[in-house]
């Protein structure tokens, strides 16, 4: 009995050993499964962060090339407004301009249409107030109406109106106050080269009018000329070329 029990020791201690040693390695293989998954995790982990690293990269490139193609678009759109405002400038300028220029053709052509037909209207108006016979025309829109130096002062050479020459300078009379607006000159055609003497008739045919209450001197222009093989007094109804003139300068300012 005193052999046997030591024997029996000697197992049980060893079986208790072998025991601890398998557990010892079951803990430690699964450790080495734990360690395993976990790497694998790691792994996994760090190709995810790879990828994500890979795709921020790539997605902050794409921002800064979306940047730098905002930033070029808002420059062409800045440039484009600058251009746009500048034509649009330039367009409403050459439309002012455009306007500015009708308006001054409209003036003139106004002015140029009105001008023939009051000088129309004058034309019919002075032979109603002549008579059939007398000697009325148009010349570059003025109304030039003409009588001979016999019917104005019996001859030629006559510095003194006839009792005709101061009906007629009545009837002239009555035409220069219906047209206040023209200016009146009273022209000495000569052939002869006596130009003091063609002078005097034009002042007596001068003096006929200003005698008449409404004719003013001031309205009346004397002029004694070469009448190129015509002789005789005509009357010249002009527009008012020094009012037209100076409503042009004011307008081509």
């Known amino acids: 009995m005193k052999r046997l029990l030591p024997l029996f020791l000697i197992l049980a201690v060893t079986t208790i050993h072998a025991q601890k040693k398998s557990e010892l390695i079951a803990e430690v293989s699964q450790l080495k499964r734990e360690i395993t998954v976990l790497k694998d995790t790691i792994a996994k982990a760090k190709r995810e962060m790879n990828k994500s690293n890979s795709t921020a990269q790539l997605l ?97 050479s006559g510095v003194v109106l006839t009792t005709a020459g101061k009906d007629w300078v009545n009837r002239i009379a009555e035409i220069i106050k219906k047209n206040p607006s023209r200016t009146v000159a009273i022209e000495g055609l000569n052939i002869t080269g006596e130009f003091d003497l063609t002078y005097k008739q034009v002042q007596a045919v001068a003096n006929g009018l200003i005698a008449i209450e409404g004719i003013g001197a001031e309205k009346l ?33």
């Open 60 to 156: 902050a490139a794409e921002n800064a090339e979306l940047r730098d193609a905002n930033n070029t678009l808002l420059g062409n759109l800045t440039n484009f407004s600058k251009i746009s405002k500048k034509n649009t400038e330039t367009v409403n300028n050459a439309l002012a301009t455009l306007s500015a220029k009708e308006k001054q053709m409209r003036i003139i052509t106004d002015t140029f249409s009105s001008n023939d037909s009051t000088a129309i209207a004058i034309l019919t108006q002075a032979k109603q107030t002549l008579g059939p016979d007398a000697t009325v025309g148009i010349a570059g829109g003025d109304i030039v109406i003409s009588n001979g130096l016999p019917t104005l002062f019996g001859s030629d």
């Open 221 to 253: 222009q004397l002029l004694a000329k070469d009448g190129n093989f015509s002789e005789g007094v005509q009357i010249r109804l002009a527009p008012d070329y020094k009012g037209f003139y100076t409503t042009m300068k004011s307008e081509f300012k």
